[in-house]
């Protein structure tokens, strides 16, 4: 799947954005650029993972409804162990 690949790519990407944008606010305020340093790069993979499992449950969703209407109807039938009516 490609899809993940990307997704890494993009969070690095904006991993190195946060920390640069931080030591950029070091100047102004010195508390916000730590906290942009330490929490951006956080903030950032959390979102990534949560793109990647949506990504794999719409995978997984994929398969379930594949999956389904590959199989062949069954008969319907009595179950086993009683009688046929």
């Known amino acids: 799947m490609v899809t993940p690949v990307i997704i890494q790519v993009v969070f690095w990407i904006f991993a190195i954005l946060a920390v640069i ?20 790069p956080l903030a950032v993979r959390v979102y990534a993972e949560i793109l990647i499992v949506l990504f794999e449950i719409n995978e997984a969703l994929q398969d379930i409804r594949g999956g389904t209407r590959m199989r062949p109807s069954l008969p319907a039938s009595a179950p086993s162990g009683m009688p046929p009516a």
């Open 21 to 40: 944008a931080g030591i950029l606010q070091l100047t102004q305020n010195v508390l916000t650029g730590v906290l942009i340093i330490v929490l951006g």
